[in-house]
């Protein structure tokens, strides 16, 4: 049976700049090239899970705009089912990503456009797709009522709730109480919990710190490290895959989230769904941009055989 999963998040379109160093604040660099891309956290982890297999409705809002043309294209392409709502007066959002060549580490900055205007009433509207979901995600890109919102239809239909507590931001007790599982990275967890996470020591309490506050599990996510689960069955750490030269880190996360969701919906056991997502997020590190880094069933399977 084909995994159902329900992500509510932004589309943006990305315009990722590669440059020999990022800019200190003042100066100007002269970059090595420029490319326009779709992105948003949401959109990139729909992308990913449809292209792992699974059977994705992708809830947002975007503009009538050429930018909002190229998301309906990535989505049409990738197999995602767009449950979106269109704005009248607002344009789809845009992304600045500055990439470092050498490392492939980023700064970016993101304006939501009509996203901003996600509210409870389109996850109402969408709240059928959501009930039938085995696996809810979201993140914090979007106004936070929605989310919370779309967590607590989940929660009451029975659907595994993933929470990506993405961009750093503090989140309500409430919504964690919501998550069965919630996923930063070091630098959402630090902001979560006022806690290092410079080490795996200190992502150990963090995710326990997380959990206390109610979330179900902690997967806080550390790049080249891996990740560290903290659930009911106890704590793990899961190496990361090395499937290449780093390119770009910018859509890591996305690929691990969704990876993570299709595991889950599958079926698999907390470690095995953490493991899929590390390999997602390891191979899609090793090529430029987010959505189109997305890698596909086959080659995650491969990378999960020869390991």
């Given at each position: 049976m084909t995994a159902r999963i329900a992500i509510l998040g932004i589309f943006v379109v990305d315009a990722t700049f590669r440059t020999p160093?990022?800019?200190?604040?003042?100066?100007?660099?002269?970059?090595?090239?420029?490319?326009?891309?779709?992105?948003?956290?949401?959109?990139?982890?729909?992308?990913?899970?449809?292209?792992?297999?699974?059977?994705?409705?992708?809830?947002?809002?975007?503009?009538?705009?050429?930018?909002?043309?190229?998301g309906l294209a990535a989505w049409a392409a990738a197999g995602v089912e767009p449950l979106?709502?269109?704005?009248?007066?607002?344009?789809?959002?845009?992304?600045?990503?500055?990439?470092e060549a050498a490392s492939g580490e980023n700064a970016i900055v993101v304006c939501t456009g009509a996203a901003a205007e996600i509210s409870e009433a389109d996850v109402d509207a969408a709240a059928d797709a959501i009930r039938s979901a085995a696996v809810f995600v979201t993140q914090f890109e979007q106004p936070l009522p929605a989310a919370a919102r779309a967590l607590a239809i989940a929660r009451?239909?029975?659907?595994?709730?993933?929470?990506?507590?993405?961009?750093?931001?503090?989140?309500?007790?409430?919504?964690?109480?919501?998550s069965d599982y919630v996923t930063p990275n070091e630098a959402e967890a630090e902001a979560l919990t006022g806690l290092s996470v410079e080490d795996e020591e200190g992502a150990?309490?963090?995710?326990?710190?997380?959990?206390?506050?109610?979330?179900?599990?902690?997967?806080?996510?550390?790049?080249?490290?891996?990740?560290?689960?903290?659930?009911?069955a106890g704590a793990a750490l899961v190496p990361a895959f090395k499937a290449g030269p780093v390119v770009e880190t910018t859509g890591a996360g996305d690929a691990f989230n969704g990876a993570f969701a299709v595991a889950?919906?599958?079926?698999?056991?907390?470690?095995?769904?953490?493991?899929?997502?590390?390999?997602a997020a390891g191979i899609s590190v090793t090529r430029a941009g987010t959505a189109h880094s997305m890698p596909d069933r086959a080659e995650v399977e491969a990378l999960l055989a020869g390991s």
């Amino acid at each position: 049976m084909t995994a159902r999963i329900a992500i509510l998040g932004i589309f943006v379109v990305d315009a990722t700049f590669r440059t020999p160093r990022l800019p200190r604040m003042g100066e100007t660099v002269i970059g090595e090239s420029v490319a326009l891309s779709p992105g948003g956290k949401g959109s990139n982890q729909a992308v990913a899970a449809a292209r792992l297999g699974a059977e994705v409705g992708f809830i947002s809002r975007i503009g009538c705009d050429s930018f909002a043309d190229m998301g309906l294209a990535a989505w049409a392409a990738a197999g995602v089912e767009p449950l979106v709502a269109r704005s009248d007066t607002a344009a789809t959002g845009a992304a600045a990503v500055l990439v470092e060549a050498a490392s492939g580490e980023n700064a970016i900055v993101v304006c939501t456009g009509a996203a901003a205007e996600i509210s409870e009433a389109d996850v109402d509207a969408a709240a059928d797709a959501i009930r039938s979901a085995a696996v809810f995600v979201t993140q914090f890109e979007q106004p936070l009522p929605a989310a919370a919102r779309a967590l607590a239809i989940a929660r009451e239909a029975g659907v595994a709730t993933v929470l990506n507590p993405a961009p750093a931001a503090d989140a309500p007790d409430e919504m964690l109480r919501l998550s069965d599982y919630v996923t930063p990275n070091e630098a959402e967890a630090e902001a979560l919990t006022g806690l290092s996470v410079e080490d795996e020591e200190g992502a150990r309490r963090a995710a326990a710190a997380l959990r206390e506050r109610g979330a179900g599990a902690a997967v806080i996510t550390l790049g080249a490290r891996g990740a560290l689960l903290d659930g009911p069955a106890g704590a793990a750490l899961v190496p990361a895959f090395k499937a290449g030269p780093v390119v770009e880190t910018t859509g890591a996360g996305d690929a691990f989230n969704g990876a993570f969701a299709v595991a889950l919906a599958e079926g698999r056991d907390p470690v095995s769904a953490v493991r899929f997502g590390c390999a997602a997020a390891g191979i899609s590190v090793t090529r430029a941009g987010t959505a189109h880094s997305m890698p596909d069933r086959a080659e995650v399977e491969a990378l999960l055989a020869g390991s």
